[in-house]
């Protein structure tokens, strides 16, 4: 691709994540990306063939800003252990930056978009195997590091997904967590480590 159509085809994507930010997943389509581009349906029809290919193509620059979340971490530390509780902390504070974004990445929020499922492939092998890689450091010799960090992450997604369903609506005044910062990200902190101790992840 041509310099000046990666450009092209960046801003339209740097527009689609705005209104995915802005307006949530009911204003994307061709012609709210178009308006914030500046430019016209046409041409958003022209780079990405439609709607459904915008929507692979924000997919997958979803799984990208993820992946320099991770490429972004400080370099390991003798400290496996909190080095990968950091990273977990960094997915939480990703997920709670756009729920929505977190939403097409994770859950079907868009009504029949199903990412194809060559990218699909790709962007989660890439991404999770940054995150492998962290978790191979603390992983018993007798474990399998791919299984280890597939669980860590399911409790990572449970625990984050859980905060972003009860933040969204009305807070309950009995509920055992205050909805506050400090609290959710306590008790996310505390699950995460749980689950860390009980897949034996410890330095070596």
């Not at 370099?75 to 080095?83: H, L, N, R």
């Not at 974004?101 to 978009?113: I, T």
Request: charged content about 25%; aromatic content about 8%.
């Amino acid at each position: 691709m041509r310099p000046a159509e990666q450009g092209n085809r960046e801003r339209f994507l740097d527009a689609a994540l705005a209104v995915l930010f802005d307006r949530g997943v009911t204003g994307l389509t061709v012609r709210g990306v178009a308006e914030e581009a500046g430019a016209s349906t046409i041409s958003v029809y022209a780079r990405f063939g439609g709607r459904e290919g915008l929507l692979d193509a924000l997919y997958e620059r979803t799984f990208e800003s993820l992946r320099q979340v991770l490429e972004d971490l400080p370099p390991a530390s003798p400290d496996g252990v909190a080095d990968l509780l950091h990273l977990a902390l960094e997915y939480r504070l990703f997920a709670r930056e756009s729920p929505v974004r977190y939403a097409l990445m994770f859950e079907r929020p868009v009504p029949r978009f199903d990412p194809d499922p060559a990218l699909r492939s790709t962007v989660l092998r890439t991404t999770f195997t940054l995150f492998i890689a962290r978790v191979q450091r603390v992983c018993p010799p007798e474990a399998d590091a791919r299984e280890a960090a597939y669980q860590l992450w399911t409790a990572m997604h449970g625990l984050v997904g859980a905060e972003l369903m009860l933040a969204s609506r009305t807070p309950l005044p009995d509920w055992f967590i205050p909805p506050t910062e400090e609290a959710n990200e306590g008790m996310y902190r505390r699950g995460v480590s749980a689950m860390m101790t009980g897949l034996g992840l410890r330095n070596p």
